[in-house]
């Protein structure tokens, strides 16, 4: 399974920014997807996902209100709507996949055996 995530860049705060994921090898409604992101010396931490049926949206507390999680099974993409940006959310961005991960481990980036590249979103104060 390849991901390709695109959509980082430079910000200033309080800014808006789109992260994309295309997913072309997955089958979402039994697939659970998230972002994570890891900042410079910081362990990967997740940002948001979306449970295996995709029935549920999960966010970490530190981007709930601010970012927004979805996905299209058309064209098997995903993406992360991030607004009021802060500096501290500047970090490299991360899709990821996996079709056995339970929801109880899903906030685990080792859940998830599928990954993309990688987009670094740079928030500027």
């Known amino acids: 399974v390849q991901l390709q995530a695109s959509g980082g860049g430079l910000v200033q705060a309080g800014g808006s920014l789109r992260l994309s994921c295309a997913a072309p090898?997955?089958?979402?409604?039994?697939?659970?997807t998230g972002w994570f992101r890891q900042a410079p010396g910081k362990e990967r931490e997740f940002v948001a996902g979306f449970s295996r049926t995709g029935g549920y949206t999960y966010y970490a507390d530190s981007v709930k209100g601010r970012f927004t999680i979805s996905r299209n099974s058309a064209d098997k993409t995903m993406s992360l709507q991030m607004a009021s940006l802060r500096p501290e959310d500047t970090a490299v961005y991360y899709c990821?996949?996996?079709?056995?991960?339970?929801?109880?481990?899903?906030?685990?980036?080792?859940?998830?055996?599928?990954w993309g590249q990688g987009t670094l979103v740079t928030v500027s104060s």
């Open positions: 090898g997955l089958t979402f409604s039994t697939t659970a």
């Open positions: 990821a996949a996996s079709r056995s991960v339970i929801t109880s481990s899903l906030r685990d980036p080792r859940s998830y055996p599928h």
